[in-house]
């Protein structure tokens, strides 16, 4: 009998003892792995997030520049002033960065509008305006909107509709 309570007295008391080395780094090295693995994924999803709502802000920044010019707001037409970090909403034919009415959107890290494709015209910048009688753009075309690991593309139609892609 006193031999069994030996044995069950070494057993506890082992366990009594706490963690080893070795097996608080093999916990260490798990949630190492874990960081590693997803960390990575977060991002990713942060990124897509954010290109989501910037390819939505600059879709209803020209959405508005179409209906504020269908609505003759102010007797006059709007536009759309594109650049790497942000986009500008704008009163008449003609932009001009000095003007105090212009609506400003800004555009946020990670997302940048990495290409603006107006007319055939590829650049970082560009403009467009809506006819004021019609509501048609002065031109048409594409404007992309980029991450590191994703993009979208705007199109502009002739008939003044968009759509992302």
Request: aromatic content about 8%; cysteine-free; overall charge positive.
């Amino acid at each position: 009998m006193q031999k069994i309570q030996n044995k069950i007295q070494k057993k506890f008391r082992r366990i009594n003892k706490g963690a080893t080395l070795i097996e608080i780094l093999i916990v260490l090295l798990i949630i190492g792995i874990l960081i590693v693995v997803i960390l990575p994924q977060f991002s990713k999803i942060r990124e897509n997030q954010v290109i989501k709502a910037t390819a939505g802000d600059v879709l209803s920044t020209i959405n508005k520049a179409r209906s504020q010019t269908l609505a003759s707001e102010d007797s006059s037409s709007y536009g759309v002033h594109f650049q790497f970090d942000k986009v500008v909403l704008f009163k008449g034919s003609v932009f001009s960065d000095t003007n105090v009415n212009n609506q400003v959107i800004n555009i946020f890290s990670p997302a940048n509008i990495s290409n603006v494709t107006l007319g055939g015209v590829s650049d970082v910048s560009g403009d467009l305006y809506f006819n004021r009688i019609y509501g048609v753009p002065n031109t048409n075309g594409t404007i992309t909107i980029s991450t590191p690991s994703f993009s979208k593309i705007i199109t502009i139609y002739q008939s003044g509709n968009t759509s992302i892609e």
